[in-house]
């Protein structure tokens, strides 16, 4: 790689953008506009922003215990004013309760209207039985002197009498009130919240009152005062709170200040013709694509950058309005960030904008206009705002777990650096390191790939026509499927799976709910798409299934494989479960879900869960999805994407991911034997072996002396001795060795499938 190629390269790039008024605008002056006119704007918002009272009808005001009423003659709330801090919120009038002419129902319509036809936002009935159904409870609640007892308050009244239940659903009806409100509007919820407020306070005066005349001081059911000391310094506290915004508002200026030069760059180039030149230049692909990544990369941290500082300066600003305002809570909270925080925010902007520069780069290139290109930018975002917003969540923080997920446990460290967390950090670095740097290498690896592809570089931008559309997949079909086709196959069993989960819901009752679901989920779900869209889209069926023929030291091979690669397989299982632990729900759907399966013949089980579904998923993942990705020489595209759509297929994280990583082996496998019989080997013998050392020890099966040397019994299980595990490894290797040895026709298929 000549880096004097790349140099003038991104020299070329950087004088066609910076001649781009409408690139300068967005990158540089937009961002030392836009943060402070949001701040003025919120400002001046603000003034807007002030508390409004409500209109509360009380309808039976007499029936009110007039030895502690509710509102004095003045319609007033008659509590002390330190209880009553919603009253000046509010607006009653009263009304007498109607004459018998009327009755409860006919009360209810006319509130019912007058609180639908905006007169007032809430109407409360005080019933003639309330002020009985108060007695009665201030009776069920009385003192109880005993001979040789000292008194004792019943329970209900020191508790409060279920103010903790009305505080969520209030229910007066049962009181002898009854609220009428319309929760469509704002300001009846309002009133509704108040007047709950306002009734709480009425009954704790009420119950203090009783108290004092029964000889019993009222301090006895007041809560608990909990005095607090906040340790932690201020800056701290700012910087904890920052740590969570910034990352993710840096981020995302990353991802978009990264995509529109990189359509520039990429789409813009096709349209203005100037794209063939630079290819037909002595610079090779992947020094084009350095060039224009380092391109990429510059303008998508001078945006960051600019942004970060220009809303953190902005946000100074109003922290010292609100401090002159007297607000010092708030200004403590969002005071200044630390140096040394920003410092680690642009170190970790720099890994995470070539990662994202690398994939805009080669989203771009897929386009063929710019207006194209443009379209591609919101798939992105959704994409990558998962990654960027789950360190926001507060019950994640850094850990072994959350280290392995991509670009979040890079947002993580620097949370954990940010706050001090200095020996947390340090633990975690070598592997939230090596994950970043896999995804930068992947990301630039795509993109040469779309830059070397002369398919991608060359498409010409024309009309979509659904006729001719049609008439191209069935004229043009192959003998195995495109790349597009196998995506989007594996695109709509995922959908659908995501669907066929909320649908099944809660219906595994029993083994015939397992049958059925497995067989819709496995025949319907899995391998019905597959198998149509390889009649209508492919010239071979057997060819798009990749069903050939098979070396038989392959097969041997491969059952051979199946057999040694399960303890490693097992022992993957645990550590992933030990880094995700399953959740008590999971826990107990599985529990419920093994009982179910251990109480059937092992035959049925392991044809139903191990048989089918190894069949099903390996002749559409390793074959028809497989078969089209493997084209034009993609086999690490084809084994990468086919192990995604493998794992996404199962419901459990953990599961998932030891999926992937099996379906890692089935590609590779898949690839150097060319075709998928000795997957479907792999996967059954995997299966069978699974089910078979949870089904036999669970139905009081004793463990065969002859298996003593690979398996142990612990606990009522079987497992597998410890020399095993690294004694399978070695055994693999030389089964993936003999694997990789292919004959003259295996040869011979697998370039034909590269064409």
Same mark, same amino acid.
């Given at each position: 790689?000549?880096?004097?190629?790349?140099? +003038?390269?991104? &020299?070329?790039?950087?004088?066609?953008?910076?001649?781009?008024?409408?690139?300068?605008?967005?990158?540089?002056?937009?961002?030392?506009?836009?943060?402070?006119?949001?701040?003025?704007?919120?400002?001046?918002?603000?003034?807007?922003?002030?508390?409004?009272? *409500?209109?509360?009808?009380?309808?039976?005001?007499?029936?009110?215990?007039?030895?502690?009423?509710?509102?004095?003659?003045?319609?007033?709330?008659?509590?002390?004013?330190?209880?009553?801090?919603?009253?000046?919120?509010?607006?009653?009038?009263?009304?007498?309760?109607?004459? /018998?002419?009327?009755?409860?129902?006919?009360?209810?319509?006319?509130?019912?209207?007058?609180?639908?036809?905006?007169?007032?936002?809430?109407?409360?009935?005080?019933?003639?039985?309330?002020?009985?159904?108060?007695?009665?409870?201030?009776?069920?609640?009385?003192?109880?002197?005993?001979?040789?007892?000292?008194?004792?308050?019943?329970?209900?009244?020191?508790?409060?009498?279920?103010?903790?239940?009305?505080?969520?659903?209030?229910?007066?009806?049962?009181?002898?009130?009854?609220?009428?409100?319309?929760?469509?509007? /704002?300001?009846?919820?309002?009133?509704?919240?108040?007047?709950?407020?306002?009734?709480?306070?009425?009954?704790?005066?009420?119950?203090?009152?009783?108290?004092?005349?029964?000889?019993?001081?009222?301090?006895?059911?007041?809560?608990?005062?909990?005095?607090?000391?906040?340790?932690?310094? *201020?800056?701290?506290?700012?910087?904890?709170?920052?740590?969570?915004?910034?990352?993710?508002?840096?981020?995302?200026?990353?991802?978009?200040?990264?995509?529109?030069?990189?359509?520039?760059?990429?789409?813009?180039?096709?349209?203005?013709?100037?794209?063939?030149?630079?290819?037909?230049?002595?610079?090779?692909?992947?020094?084009?694509?350095?060039?224009?990544?380092?391109?990429?990369?510059?303008?998508?941290?001078?945006?960051?950058?600019?942004?970060?500082?220009?809303?953190?300066?902005?946000?100074?600003?109003? *922290?010292?309005?609100?401090?002159?305002?007297?607000?010092?809570?708030?200004?403590?909270?969002?005071?200044?960030?630390?140096?040394?925080?920003?410092?680690?925010?642009?170190?970790?902007?720099?890994?995470?904008?070539?990662?994202?520069?690398?994939?805009?780069?080669?989203?771009?290139?897929?386009?063929?206009?710019?207006?194209?290109?443009?379209?591609?930018? #919101?798939?992105?975002?959704?994409?990558?705002?998962? +990654?960027?917003?789950?360190?926001?969540?507060?019950?994640?923080?850094?850990?072994?777990?959350?280290?392995?997920?991509?670009?979040?446990?890079?947002?993580?460290?620097?949370?954990?650096?940010?706050?001090?967390?200095?020996?947390?950090?340090?633990?975690?670095?070598?592997?939230?390191?090596?994950?970043?740097?896999?995804?930068?290498?992947?990301?630039?690896?795509?993109?040469?790939?779309?830059?070397?592809?002369?398919?991608?570089?060359?498409?010409?931008?024309?009309?979509?026509?659904?006729?001719?559309?049609?008439?191209?997949?069935?004229?043009?079909?192959? #003998?195995?499927?495109?790349?597009?086709?196998?995506?989007?196959?594996?695109?709509?069993?995922?959908?659908?799976?995501?669907?066929?989960?909320?649908?099944?819901?809660?219906?595994?009752?029993?083994?015939?709910?397992? *049958?059925?679901?497995?067989?819709?989920?496995?025949?319907?779900?899995?391998?019905?798409?597959?198998?149509?869209?390889?009649?209508?889209?492919?010239?071979?069926?057997?060819?798009?299934?990749?069903? &050939? &023929?098979?070396?038989?030291?392959?097969?041997?091979?491969?059952?051979?494989?199946?057999?040694?690669?399960?303890?490693?397989?097992?022992?993957?299982?645990?550590?992933?479960?030990?880094?995700?632990?399953?959740?008590?729900?999971?826990?107990?759907?599985?529990? &419920?879900?093994?009982?179910?399966?251990?109480?059937?013949?092992?035959?049925?089980?392991?044809?139903?869960?191990?048989?089918?579904?190894?069949?099903?998923?390996?002749?559409?993942?390793?074959?028809?999805?497989?078969?089209?990705?493997?084209?034009?020489?993609?086999?690490?595209?084809?084994?990468?994407?086919?192990?995604?759509?493998?794992?996404?297929?199962?419901?459990?994280?953990?599961?998932?991911?030891?999926?992937?990583?099996?379906? +890692?082996?089935?590609?590779?496998?898949?690839?150097?034997?060319?075709?998928?019989?000795?997957?479907?080997?792999?996967?059954?013998?995997?299966?069978?072996?699974?089910?078979? +050392?949870?089904?036999?020890?669970?139905?009081?099966?004793?463990?065969?002396?002859?298996?003593?040397?690979?398996?142990?019994?612990?606990?009522?299980?079987?497992?597998?001795?410890?020399?095993?595990?690294?004694?399978?490894?070695?055994?693999?290797?030389?089964?993936?060795?003999?694997?990789?040895?292919?004959?003259?026709?295996?040869?011979?298929?697998?370039?034909?499938?590269?064409?």
């Amino acid at each position: 790689m000549n880096w004097r190629h790349i140099q +003038l390269i991104y &020299h070329r790039e950087m004088r066609d953008q910076l001649r781009d008024r409408r690139t300068l605008f967005t990158i540089a002056v937009l961002p030392l506009l836009l943060y402070p006119l949001i701040g003025l704007l919120m400002m001046q918002v603000a003034q807007f922003n002030r508390e409004y009272s *409500v209109r509360i009808r009380v309808v039976g005001h007499e029936n009110w215990p007039q030895a502690h009423p509710l509102l004095d003659p003045q319609r007033k709330l008659s509590l002390p004013a330190s209880a009553t801090e919603p009253a000046r919120l509010i607006e009653f009038s009263t009304e007498p309760w109607p004459v /018998d002419g009327e009755d409860l129902e006919g009360l209810r319509r006319t509130s019912s209207s007058a609180v639908q036809l905006d007169f007032v936002d809430a109407v409360l009935i005080v019933k003639p039985e309330f002020q009985a159904h108060m007695q009665r409870r201030l009776a069920s609640a009385s003192i109880k002197v005993e001979a040789g007892n000292a008194p004792e308050v019943a329970t209900d009244l020191a508790e409060g009498d279920g103010v903790a239940e009305q505080a969520t659903a209030p229910k007066f009806i049962d009181d002898g009130l009854e609220l009428v409100v319309n929760l469509a509007r /704002d300001h009846s919820q309002l009133a509704q919240s108040r007047l709950q407020r306002v009734l709480d306070s009425w009954q704790q005066s009420w119950i203090s009152k009783e108290l004092v005349l029964a000889g019993i001081s009222p301090q006895l059911v007041e809560p608990l005062a909990l005095s607090q000391t906040d340790v932690s310094p *201020v800056s701290v506290r700012r910087a904890m709170l920052w740590s969570k915004v910034l990352p993710f508002v840096m981020l995302v200026w990353a991802l978009t200040g990264a995509f529109y030069p990189a359509i520039d760059l990429c789409a813009g180039e096709k349209e203005r013709g100037t794209l063939e030149t630079l290819l037909s230049s002595p610079a090779r692909r992947n020094e084009i694509v350095w060039g224009k990544l380092f391109t990429v990369a510059t303008f998508s941290i001078s945006s960051a950058l600019l942004n970060l500082f220009s809303m953190h300066a902005t946000a100074g600003l109003i *922290v010292k309005q609100l401090a002159l305002a007297g607000s010092s809570q708030a200004a403590d909270a969002l005071g200044p960030l630390p140096i040394h925080a920003l410092g680690w925010l642009v170190l970790l902007l720099l890994p995470m904008a070539a990662f994202f520069s690398a994939l805009a780069l080669a989203v771009a290139a897929l386009a063929r206009s710019t207006k194209e290109g443009q379209y591609y930018l #919101m798939p992105l975002l959704l994409v990558t705002l998962p +990654l960027v917003s789950l360190p926001m969540i507060p019950s994640l923080s850094l850990n072994l777990g959350t280290s392995l997920v991509p670009v979040s446990g890079a947002v993580f460290l620097v949370r954990s650096l940010i706050e001090g967390r200095y020996a947390e950090a340090l633990m975690h670095l070598p592997v939230v390191v090596m994950v970043t740097i896999a995804c930068c290498l992947l990301s630039i690896r795509w993109a040469i790939r779309q830059f070397e592809s002369e398919s991608v570089m060359f498409r010409e931008s024309d009309r979509w026509n659904l006729q001719s559309w049609l008439h191209h997949l069935w004229r043009d079909r192959g #003998m195995t499927a495109s790349p597009a086709e196998a995506i989007l196959c594996g695109l709509i069993i995922l959908v659908a799976m995501f669907f066929a989960q909320f649908m099944a819901g809660s219906s595994i009752a029993d083994w015939n709910a397992v *049958v059925r679901m497995t067989v819709a989920v496995q025949i319907g779900l899995i391998l019905m798409p597959c198998l149509l869209m390889a009649i209508f889209l492919t010239r071979s069926l057997r060819h798009a299934l990749r069903i &050939h &023929h098979v070396q038989p030291s392959h097969l041997a091979a491969a059952i051979c494989l199946g057999v040694t690669l399960h303890p490693t397989y097992t022992a993957l299982g645990n550590a992933i479960r030990y880094v995700y632990s399953l959740g008590d729900q999971i826990q107990a759907a599985l529990a &419920h879900f093994s009982q179910l399966i251990y109480a059937q013949p092992l035959w049925a089980v392991l044809l139903l869960l191990a048989v089918m579904p190894a069949i099903c998923e390996e002749l559409t993942f390793r074959g028809f999805i497989f078969g089209g990705l493997v084209k034009q020489g993609g086999a690490l595209r084809a084994i990468l994407i086919t192990s995604l759509f493998f794992g996404f297929t199962h419901t459990i994280l953990q599961q998932s991911i030891a999926a992937t990583i099996m379906g +890692l082996m089935l590609g590779l496998i898949a690839w150097r034997t060319g075709g998928v019989v000795c997957c479907i080997a792999v996967h059954v013998i995997n299966n069978v072996l699974s089910i078979g +050392l949870a089904w036999l020890p669970a139905n009081h099966c004793e463990l065969p002396p002859s298996l003593s040397w690979c398996l142990r019994v612990e606990n009522d299980t079987w497992l597998y001795q410890p020399q095993w595990h690294t004694i399978s490894v070695g055994i693999a290797l030389v089964m993936i060795a003999i694997l990789f040895n292919r004959s003259p026709e295996t040869q011979r298929v697998v370039q034909v499938e590269a064409l």
